[in-house]
């Protein structure tokens, strides 16, 4: 009987040590995540309009990838892309993958955002504004120098053929912001007039039947936008 | 035949030594986190709603219910309640005078309340042992006193551009009382 009452006796001190509870004043020890904020270009980025998203020759860069950084309670940031779900507000004009824009449009702008499981945005006035900077002009010439196109005053160009070909043609292309960027061919849809008579493959190598004189436009497009005309004057042997 | 019989025998001779029972505890949860190189402890009570089967002299298996409010600011600012499941074996031994030590092994899990930005609860399991000593009062009741100790995983954490990963060792010493039936 006596161990039982030491074992209440330890019962009741024991007690009252529960009654006396920690308390902490301290922030949480995990951070929270307090904000995400776009990052790695000014408020406005601009976007040449091609569709290619690979580096051009000139070294001028086609894309916009974007970065988010989260900050957290505790002071620290990291950067991120992939972890969030990007949104444009014009899906129609610029599109966005992992922080990456592309051009849908010749002309536009989009405000893009960032968010989390759609718990967490980017807020409205830290979103990004992307512009796209116009294609205004297409120069097609022909690689080897074996054709010699001449454009008038109104950029249409003429050449005239006595040879099936094949033609390596070329584009290049201008810009609203006075950039020139050699060899734009991947961005280009050719089409012809008449495609019995001359093609042009996606690559830009056109072929030729001469089987009577004919007159053939070739026509290049991007973002269903006629850029340059090229007029054919085939001679038959 | 006769083997069958004398096995169905020796089966139920084990139950008619075993006793169910059940019980209630209470708990000081003292719990030690530790993030980044930085720790910090919370230290709340915790009451469990035990139920038990098997021989206080031999094995024993319990399945306990518990409750605490963490009233702490570990995962956020105002860390609220948790609930939490045990499945614990007991191995315990006759010393006479009506005294049982016992030592137990068993794994929990559970559930605790936040308020982040992302989470709303965040889940738990654990990997507990321990041990104590219980001291029968009567046929019917009896007085239990005893300190575990559990290894705490947590559910991983985002940071959307960063994980954390949190771990957590408590000891409860406890007091409580069964009933048996």
Known sequence: ?237 | MRVLLLLSFLYLSLFAEAMSYIGLSIEDSTEFFVINSETQDASSPQYKLKAGYGDIAGYTVEASFSYMDYATNVFSDNDGKALMLDITLYKGWDLGYDLYPYLGVGIGMGEMDVERELESSLSFSSFNFGGGLRYVINHTYDFDIGLNYKLRTWQTISLVADKINVTSHLLNPYIGINVHF
């Open chain 1, 1 to 237: 009987m006596k161990t039982f009452h030491n074992i209440l006796l330890s019962s009741s001190i024991f007690a009252l040590i529960l009654g006396c509870q920690s308390s902490d004043d301290k922030p949480p020890l995990v951070p929270e995540v307090e904000a995400i904020q776009i990052i790695g270009y000014d408020t406005t980025t601009s976007l040449y309009a091609l569709t290619d998203t690979s580096e051009d020759t000139n070294g001028a860069s086609r894309t916009a990838k974007l970065l988010a950084s989260i900050i957290y309670s505790d002071g620290r940031s990291a950067t991120t892309a992939n972890e969030l779900d990007w949104e444009s507000n014009n899906s129609r004009i610029v599109a966005v993958s992992n922080g990456l824009c592309t051009a849908l449009a010749n002309h536009g702008s989009a405000k893009i955002s960032a968010s989390y499981r759609e718990t967490l945005y980017t807020k409205s006035d830290e979103s990004k504004v992307i512009t796209i900077i116009p294609l205004t002009d297409v120069n097609i010439s022909e690689k080897n120098s074996v054709l010699t196109i001449n454009y008038d005053k109104n950029g249409t160009g003429r050449v005239d053929i006595n040879d099936s070909g094949p033609y390596e043609l070329s584009t290049n292309g201008h810009f609203e912001d006075n950039l020139s960027i050699t060899d734009i061919s991947s961005n280009i849809i050719w089409s012809s007039s008449n495609t019995t008579i001359a093609t042009v493959s996606s690559s830009g190598t056109l072929n030729v039947a001469l089987d009577k004189n004919a007159t053939v436009i070739i026509k290049t497009s991007i973002f269903n936008e006629v850029n340059a005309t090229l007029e054919l004057n085939i001679t038959a042997p």
